[in-house]
């Protein structure tokens, strides 16, 4: 999908921002001070391709997805779906908007409406749009069963009836009822066991494939990002400490944070212990983040410049940015960087992945 | 789940869903206790609808002769002051405060669901809202019945107001808490990522979510409610005689508690029986709708 990255981005986010005010009092509300969950990120996405999104819990990457969608209001910057721009869209065109950008959730229990019909979940976008009537959205329906793998009379039953992967096709199936472009999946896989992440991995890539969508996969199990990403940009405490693309990433991480992430999957074999990146203590509050470097207070390389000021995004190769004042400088642990695909878990699992995908056939 | 159970399984393929209404009324029969309640209240509703076809005599006729009769096979819960059957007033009785605690039930109930999931939903109306209720339920019910009384005329419009407003409040504490829960499910945002507009978000998303804990919360209160109300009716604030109601009944014939004690306790008797009725199925629906206790 190298190709594609060359057309006109399907979004471009710039200078995206959000603040959430912490208010106080009971008549007059004051503002006592603002969480900055998401600070100054910009991406763009070309058609068919899969940006993730990875980061710690808490790095407002499932912010910045709802950013994208406007489920929340942005406090700055601008989003641009198809070269329109959709942060000031007023509330009847952005409804409108919506059948174009959809969303997957993590959790599939809680995503489906337990008092509607499976049948009614997937006619629901169409109906909202008034596109089709009844029977036509009855048929798209069952269609899209059968496209993500399960049979067209389950249509009738609840979703309460449905297993969690099953659960997590038919959230797959709605996003795609009233064919969008752009679909961000916030961690579509994290609440499924491994065997299930696998199909829905590969059910997503096989969509992809078959309708040019394109992906923003927000994530934080970086086995899943490396198989299914095209591109992959790294948040800390609101900002983009990196983005490149995925072999660049996991094979010449340049900033301290990317590094440490990967090094921090697990490796059982203890001659590597040795080599091993360990980040000291908690991510800081985003109420009160660290002055200059976010990352400073936890960087292994951290120098007085870091904590007085801030690193730009800056280009070290051609789509390949980094936010970090000495990368240059900074060893690069290519021995890390493999000793992560050398880990057995890791490799078991891309393994359970491709196996999946061989027994699976497309569709 | 394993990776076969994505092929074959499913949760459970009888019960179709929060609808399964046939279910819960098994359910609901088979706890004995409930079953009994149930039996009872609709026979308490039964003869209170059809009170003009069961009661045996007028319970607005007086006859002088027969005043203070204990019972007996013609007068079977005997005659009153008046000399007016209790039999056919309690029945008549029967359907005033049914009547009463029903209409404070569901008046209320509408008011205080409508009003507990626009807060919930509306998030900037919520401290409003919710000090409005602080307010109407720092107000005793007994208290607003006598201001409605003094205003209006006493009378059973003052006590049906006086229901309402103790209903509110609470059923709009218990309607926001769980209308708060369901905000928090990711479906309610998938609605709105596909579009689905605010009215259709709180109807087909949000209150359908949170009936059932309504709905049972309601037939918990309704026992309390006929309680205030025949508390209202006794107190002289509510039906003025010579309308039968169960606790006006109750206060008139306090005054011959010890000549005829009967007067007094066969109406306080028949609250008993309707209010326990209502509680023990209230309990019961509780019980069977509270997804936790479900097996």
Redesign the interface.
């Known amino acids: 999908m190298s190709d594609a990255a060359n057309s006109a981005p399907v979004l471009q986010v710039d200078g995206l921002v959000k603040h959430f005010a912490v208010t106080r009092g009971?008549i007059r509300r004051k503002t006592i001070g603002l969480v900055r969950a998401v600070e100054d990120v910009s991406f763009e996405i070309a058609r068919g391709e899969t940006l993730a999104l990875v980061g710690e819990s808490g790095c407002g990457k499932s912010t910045t997805g709802?950013l994208i969608?406007r489920?929340m209001d942005p406090t700055a910057g601008s989003v641009r779906f198809k070269g329109k721009e959709i942060a000031d869209l007023d509330k009847d065109a952005l409804?409108?908007m919506?059948?174009h950008?959809?969303?997957i959730?993590?959790?599939p229990y809680?995503?489906?409406?337990?008092?509607?019909t499976v049948g009614e979940i997937l006619a629901?976008?169409l109906r909202?749009?008034e596109i089709g009537d009844d029977a036509s959205r009855a048929a798209r329906g069952r269609e899209l069963l059968e496209i993500v793998g399960l049979l067209p009379e389950h249509a009738r039953?609840?979703p309460?009836?449905?297993?969690?992967?099953?659960r997590q096709r038919i959230?797959i199936a709605?996003a795609l009822a009233?064919n969008p472009d752009l679909i961000v999946c916030d961690e579509p896989v994290s609440a499924l066991?491994v065997?299930?992440q696998a199909?829905i991995v590969n059910l997503l890539q096989n969509l992809q494939q078959r309708f040019g969508l394109s992906y923003l996969f927000i994530a934080h199990d970086l086995a899943v990002v490396k198989h299914i990403s095209d591109r992959v940009a790294v948040m800390y405490l609101g900002k983009l400490v990196e983005i490149a693309d995925k072999k660049t990433l996991y094979d010449r991480p340049l900033h301290p944070y990317t590094q440490a992430l990967l090094a921090a999957i697990p490796k059982p074999d203890p001659a590597l212990r040795t080599k091993r990146v360990m980040l000291q203590g908690d991510v800081p509050s985003p109420f009160r983040p660290p002055t200059g470097c976010r990352f400073h207070t936890r960087c292994p390389h951290a120098q007085a410049r870091c904590s007085a000021e801030e690193p730009l995004l800056r280009e070290a190769a051609p789509g390949h940015r980094v936010a970090c004042h000495f990368f240059e400088t900074i060893p690069a642990p290519t021995i890390l960087a493999r000793a992560g695909l050398a880990n057995g878990k890791f490799a078991a699992r891309l393994a359970a992945f491709e196996a999946a995908k061989t027994a699976r056939a497309p569709g | 789940?394993?990776?076969e159970?994505?092929d074959t399984?499913?949760?459970?393929?009888s019960e179709?869903?929060?609808?399964a209404r046939a279910g819960v009324l098994r359910r609901l029969a088979r706890d004995r206790v409930a079953a009994l309640a149930g039996l009872v209240l609709s026979a308490i509703v039964f003869a209170a609808l059809f009170a003009p076809w069961i009661a045996p005599y007028d319970p607005y006729f007086t006859d002088l002769t027969k005043v203070m009769q204990s019972p007996d096979a013609r007068h079977w819960f005997g005659t009153d002051n008046t000399g007016r059957d209790i039999f056919s007033r309690v029945l008549y009785g029967t359907r005033n405060t049914l009547m009463l605690g029903l209409v404070g039930v569901i008046v209320g109930g509408f008011i205080g669901g409508l009003l507990g999931i626009l807060a919930a939903y509306y998030r900037r109306l919520d401290?409003w809202i919710m000090r409005l209720v602080d307010v109407m339920l720092a107000f005793p019910a007994i208290l607003i019945g006598l201001a409605v009384a003094a205003i209006f005329g006493a009378g059973l419009t003052a006590v049906v107001i006086a229901l309402v407003v103790a209903t509110v409040p609470d059923v709009a504490r218990v309607a926001r808490g769980a209308a708060i829960g369901v905000m928090g499910?990711?479906?309610m945002?998938?609605?709105?990522?596909?579009?689905?507009?605010d009215t259709e978000l709180i109807w087909?998303?949000l209150t359908?979510?949170c009936i059932s804990t309504i709905f049972v919360f309601l037939t918990l209160r309704f026992g309390q409610i006929i309680l205030i109300g025949a508390a209202l009716g006794f107190l002289g604030m509510g039906a003025q005689p010579p309308t039968a109601e169960l606790g006006m009944m109750a206060a008139q014939g306090r005054d011959f508690l010890f000549m005829a004690p009967h007067i007094a306790t066969i109406p306080s008797c028949a609250i008993f029986v309707i209010v326990l009725a209502a509680n023990l199925l209230g309990d019961a629906f509780r019980d069977v709708l509270d997804p936790r206790l479900q097996t």
Do not use: K, T
């Not at chain 2, 179709?16 to 609808?19: C, I, L």
């Open positions: 009971l709802r969608l489920l409804r409108r919506r059948r950008m959809q969303i959730f993590q959790d809680a995503s489906l409406n337990p008092r509607m629901e976008p909202v749009h039953r609840y309460h009836q449905f297993s969690g992967g099953q959230g709605r009233a066991d065997s299930i199909q | 789940m394993s990776a159970a994505l399984g499913f949760a459970r393929e179709s869903g929060v609808f401290g499910q990711e479906f945002e998938a609605g709105r990522a596909v579009g689905v507009s087909r998303y359908l979510n």
